[in-house]
């Protein structure tokens, strides 16, 4: 049972240039969420999903889009990445919209050059 | 000023001992409370969940929130090398999990 699957773990980007993050959960989820987490910032949420089907802003989602592919599956794309997002991005999934209590994927370590 | 607060650490302490971790928050309208536990170069994991205010026990551990005074504590009884991790604190005023707002984290070393 592998939880939340995220790839790639490690990624250096160059201003500018454009990758996707790929999230999948095997819980039977139905939310799916994507997070950053900045030295002493606290994870801050990006997009999430509460649903197949939806997609929503939460509190930092200024140069990312998502895509939420099927039920399992929740991608996080960078058009043009910048500096200001190099970070460690985490994938979570919950039960449900209602459901608070998250699980989280191991992360991938982006760096933007 | 952040609406949960937690001091950074890190937290050294040795073997046996007992941790007190702690986040302080602004939003009365917080209800729902958790800890989460990242390893290094992990992503969190849920280990603690009140809801209100009062106590819960799970093993080493023990949750404890103040809404009086704003305040949630994690102890951890007779700590292990294998504690040694980041402790996240995170909050909700309803049970919807895009409404979570996350503390930066402690990070805690226990020494054999």
């Known amino acids: 049972n592998a939880g939340v699957t995220q790839t790639p773990k490690f990624q250096v980007l160059k201003t500018g240039q454009s990758m996707t993050l790929q999230c999948a959960q095997d819980m039977n989820h139905n939310s799916m969420y994507w997070y950053r987490q900045d030295p002493g910032m606290g994870l801050r949420l990006i997009y999430y999903?509460?649903?197949?089907?939806?997609?929503d802003k939460g509190e930092v989602p200024n140069g990312y889009n998502v895509s939420r592919l099927n039920k399992r599956e929740f991608s996080l794309r960078l058009e043009s990445a910048a500096p200001s997002q190099t970070s460690v991005y985490f994938c979570?999934?919950?039960?449900?919209?209602?459901?608070?209590?998250?699980?989280f994927g191991s992360g991938t370590q982006l760096s933007v050059l | 000023q952040k609406e949960v607060e937690q001091d950074p650490g890190p937290l050294s302490v040795p073997e046996g001992a007992i941790v007190s971790l702690n986040c302080t928050y602004s939003n009365s309208a917080f209800q729902y409370f958790m800890w989460y536990r990242q390893y290094s170069r992990k992503g969190p994991e849920l280990l603690m969940y009140?809801?209100?205010?009062g106590n819960k026990e799970d093993g080493r551990f023990t949750a404890q929130v103040d809404k009086s005074s704003k305040y949630i504590s994690l102890f951890i009884r007779d700590s292990q090398p294998s504690d040694s991790a980041t402790y996240l604190c995170a909050m909700t005023r309803n049970n919807a999990g895009n409404m979570l707002t996350f503390g930066g984290g402690t990070r805690l070393m226990v020494k054999p």
């Open positions: 009140t809801y209100s205010s």
């Open positions: 979570a999934s919950s039960r449900g919209p209602t459901n608070e209590k998250l699980f």
């Open positions: 999903s509460a649903s197949e089907g939806t997609t």
